[in-house]
């Protein structure tokens, strides 16, 4: 599953994708030529749609036309359907869903949106717009705060348990992949829109899940004055990770359709150097942190040079840049920042 997010995301999150002006709802209407009588098999309705996708240029249309035609067959990706399903007649029930569905891609809707679910790190998690979708990048950086914290000789009186605020909560992907993987840690996950609050509890609370006792969920911006103040009851804190909006504003308009049109904005665009909302991060952090407490932050390739910059022109923060990690395309895109002990 984690190598075909990767392929899908390869085209749908790229900057260079160009915009597509505005996407209605026109394609709702369309009808597209319906295979041959005898031949509405999945196999033969991956091909047609292909076919179709790649004729509009939507991007990553083979990939899209498995992931929808197996969705509807009750499979995850189309290589986990049984032989036996891939020739067999398909219900016009079936095949009524998938050329809904298939309609929506056509409008440049992110498969997972269609879909209404996707994985992140074995955890199936569910999927609105306008919430960010969490990209394959996003497992990495979590990858690295696991390992991290693995290394990390426990501190007494914590019992082993972790206190972590993640900050841009969305789906709630990276706080509950956490609490999945760190069974004794505990969460503050802070958005500012309402639809990331409402998701991220919705997903805690899944039945697949439950991990709701273990994580608090807090409608904060942390770009507001003062807005630290409402996180210290929960002070001190071990971690601080975060995945913000880091495109420059520049940027925004060179984005693929499916990023433009349907994720919010807010959790994208970073301002005139991506650094708004990293930099309240930075701001905020030691405050709350404790002793050589750290930051983890995914970040655009740009950034690292600019982060170095603005802490060492911050020194009253107190926070030093430890290490820089590169994601498997070979960007720098992690960033480990942590809070000096102070001087005996």
Known sequence: MKLWGRMLWTLLSSPRGRRGGTWSWAFSSWQPPSPLAGELSATAL??????????????????????????????????????????????????????????????????????????????????????????????????????????????????????????????????????????????IAVDKEEAAIHLTRDNAQSQRLQLQDRIRIISLDVTSEGSWTHLLPWAPLDLVISNPPYVFHQDMEQLAPEIFSYEDPGALDGGEEGMDVITSILTLAPRLLKDSGSIFLEVDPRHPALVSNWLQSRPDLSLHLVTVRRDLCGRPRFLHVQKSRPQV
């Not at 717009?129 to 950086?141: A, D, K, N």
């Open 46 to 187: 991956v091909s047609h749609w292909t076919k179709i996708f790649e004729k509009r240029g939507i991007p990553e249309a083979q990939e899209s036309s498995e992931y929808i035609v197996a969705h509807v067959l009750g499979a995850k990706t189309f290589q986990s359907l049984k032989p036996v399903f891939w020739n067999k007649p398909l219900t016009p029930q079936q095949v009524h869903c998938i050329q809904e569905l298939c309609s929506r891609r056509l409008q440049r809707m992110p498969v997972q949106y269609i879909l209404g679910e996707w994985d992140f790190r074995g955890l199936n998690l569910k999927m609105t717009p306008p919430v960010f979708i969490p990209r394959p990048e996003t497992e990495e950086l979590v990858e690295w705060v696991l390992e991290e914290v693995a290394q990390r000789p426990p501190v007494a009186g914590t019992q082993g348990r972790p206190l972590i605020l993640e900050v841009g909560c969305g789906s709630g992907a990276i706080s509950l992949s956490l609490l999945n993987q760190l069974p004794e840690s505990q969460v």
